[in-house]
């Protein structure tokens, strides 16, 4: 059976679709102090736990969705669409956390096996007590994409050039290129511009995640006189203002995967976790 967590209902509703298991009906109640409590009323042999853990209230929920399926099934296998969390995978300054790790070891406790969709780095599954796999779900981004003229496609860093270079290969033609990004805070980001021309040409600029926007925004910026501008990334957390910063930025659509469920979730990772499990 599926469980889907409240984050991740249209991904796990595609999943139960894609490997015809059954949807579970999970419960949910909250008492009065605040704290909540879920049920897995069903029982199956295996339970597929799917959960993107987009804030701390999804992390307890997956924890407690996790513990209710062990009483229900022999196996549990977790599936976090997006992995929340994964970004903070060192500490930064002396006394700090490794977040990502802390929140691998508590999801491990409570399964027999993690999938992960294209998590910030790889080597986040190393955190993990369990066997964990990627799922690389990069070449999707091209299906929403509209006819191109003159196509190129930039990622904000040279670390996601793979992810620009993959959404080209799927959509079938193509420049692909990246630009050099400078991160000084949270908001503040520097990008310097790189030698693809941009003129007259529709350009796609493609990352793993868009949180604040401040990455794609300064990105647009620095594009000249482009056709037509698209933004796409695996996971649209799209927080606070980040959709009307891209809109001002000047940017023609916005398109992501169902990770993160918004409005911009054009396509499904669903088929891509299926042939993992
Ligand atoms: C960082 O290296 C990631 O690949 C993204 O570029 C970044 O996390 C996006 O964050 P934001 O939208 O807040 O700039």
């Known amino acids: 059976m599926i469980v889907p967590g409240s984050a991740s209902q249209e991904v796990a509703a595609a999943l139960s679709r894609e490997l015809d298991e059954p949807l579970a009906a999970a419960e949910y109640d909250r008492f009065a102090d605040g704290e909540t409590l879920v049920r897995v009323p069903e029982t199956a042999e295996r339970a597929i736990v799917v959960a993107s853990t987009v804030s701390d209230a999804a992390h307890v929920e997956l924890l ?7 009483e229900q099934a022999e196996e549990v ?11 903070q995978d060192r500490a930064f300054e002396a006394g700090q956390p490794v977040s990502a790790r802390a929140m691998a070891r508590a ?9 992960t969709v294209n998590p910030h780095e790889g080597s986040v599954c190393d955190f993990f007590e369990t066997p964990c796999t990627v799922v690389d779900a990069a070449g999707r981004l091209a299906e929403p994409l509209p006819s191109l003229s003159e196509p190129l496609f930039l990622s904000p860093d040279a670390s996601a050039v793979d992810l620009a270079e993959a959404v080209r290969d799927a959509y079938g033609a193509g420049e692909a ?3 050099e990004k400078d991160r000084h ?3 503040d980001v520097e990008i310097r511009p790189s030698d693809a021309n941009t003129a007259n040409r529709d350009v796609v600029l493609v990352d793993d995640i868009i949180a604040t926007g401040s990455t794609m925004s300064m990105a647009i910026a620095q594009l000249s006189e482009p056709t037509r501008v698209f ?14 910063k891209l809109a001002t930025a000047g940017v023609d659509a916005v398109y992501g995967t169902d990770t993160i469920e918004r409005a911009v ?13």
């Open 265 to 277: 979730s054009a396509v499904s990772v669903a088929p891509a976790i299926a042939d993992k499990l």
């Open 177 to 179: 290129d990246y630009f």
């Open 231 to 244: 933004v796409t990334c695996v996971h649209p957390m799209l927080a606070a203002n980040a959709r009307s």
């Open 77 to 87: 296998v977790t599936v976090l669409p997006y992995m929340g969390y994964a970004r």
């Open 64 to 70: 407690q969705l996790q513990d209710a399926a062990r």
């Open 107 to 115: 999801i491990s406790t409570g399964t027999d096996r993690v999938v």
């Open 185 to 187: 805070s949270d908001t």
